[in-house]
């Protein structure tokens, strides 16, 4: 069944998320979060303005929604990302906002009479509409609808965010060398944590159908072919970083959620495309796929974030088998009743 877009829909779903994530992170108190009401009054007052920016149709039969599906898009991961990270609620207001405006800028070149259809393409385009985007959320945040929510210092840093947050993409020649993008400062992990969201759309159902079907228009392609240059993408981004040892699977990923996100999505295009000869720089991300889930649910554990049982469900083992993976780290913890699944296990082992 195609993809159908309702943004009040997508609001409703969005909010719930939200709600949600933020009684269980803040567990006994939502101080310092803004209410959702907040975001979705940002939806709609820069909905008409989105719908104007740049041509992501989710099907070649549906009409144009420019930039509000990809925007979205970005919100969700981000809001996974900022929670799953365990940010605190400045970072979460200024993540998410950053998040629902970044791509503002381009409707705002397009009023000016700049054809930004495919913008994206254009180093000058891409410049453009970061500083045309600061510029005008700079303004939008101190409107009075939204002044109060919002201090000096979070506005500046949504607009810094959004002054840079393509900037990975944008080509640039520097004595008579050429360089294939500016790389963000990985250590500002709201900034960096922006860019995994937003690069992430490349790699959804509608983002992938989206540019899939433009590359078709500019001749010949298949769904490998295109899901081999998705996957080529981030790691060539990642090609503009030192490695520090904090990149996973050789990609542009260094959150773990975000990550395990990207490997989700690959694996839905597989699957959803029929996709039979996987490329090889694609293969290796489901063969760590096990792995990296261990590693999650050994962190979770260790850090206190689940019980003994739940992290093993998670991990897809069982509890003993958990028990030796945790051992085998050096992982301890204070004694925990055995649940009556272990007793069970250890019966049947004995009975082997």
Known sequence: MAYQF???????????KYDKAVMRYSSHSEEGFLDFDVYEGLIYAAKDMLI??????????EESYG?????????????????????????????LTAA????????????????????????DM??????????????LLRNPEFELYYTDDQIQRICGIIEVHDNPSVPYEK??????????????????????ADRMWMSSEEGFDNDFRGRLEHGETTPEEHLKWVVNSHTREKGLYQDDGNFRGGLLF????????????????VKRYGIEEIPPQVLHLFEIRKELKVAS???????????????????????????????????????????????????????D
Do not use: W
């Open 254 to 269: 260094r959150t773990p959620r975000a990550y395990e996100i990207f490997l989700g999505n690959v694996k839905a295009i």
């Open 6 to 16: 309702n943004l009040e829909e997508e609001v409703k779903r969005l909010r719930q």
């Open 297 to 351: 649910a050994i962190e979770l554990y260790n850090n206190g974030g689940v019980a003994l049982g739940k992290a093993a469900e998670q991990a897809g083992v069982t509890i003993v088998e958990f028990k030796e993976l945790l051992a085998k780290r050096g992982i301890y913890r204070e004694l925990e009743v055995e649940s009556a699944e272990e007793i069970d296990e250890k019966v049947r082992s004995l009975s």
């Open 52 to 61: 104007t920016g740049r041509d992501h149709r989710l099907r070649e039969d």
């Open 67 to 95: 930039d509000l599906p990809h925007t979205l898009y970005v919100f969700e991961i981000m809001m996974e990302l900022v929670f799953s990270e365990k940010c605190s609620p400045d970072e979460v207001t200024i993540g």
């Open 175 to 196: 004595d008579g060398v050429k360089y294939k993008g500016v790389p963000l400062d990985i250590t500002d992990r709201l900034l960096y944590m922006h860019r995994e």
């Open 126 to 139: 891409r410049v453009g509409h970061m500083k045309e985007g600061a510029v005008f959320v700079k303004e």
């Open 100 to 123: 629902l405006l970044h791509d503002i800028g381009y409707a705002v070149m397009a009023e000016s009479g700049y054809d930004v259809s495919h913008g994206f393409q254009k180093a």
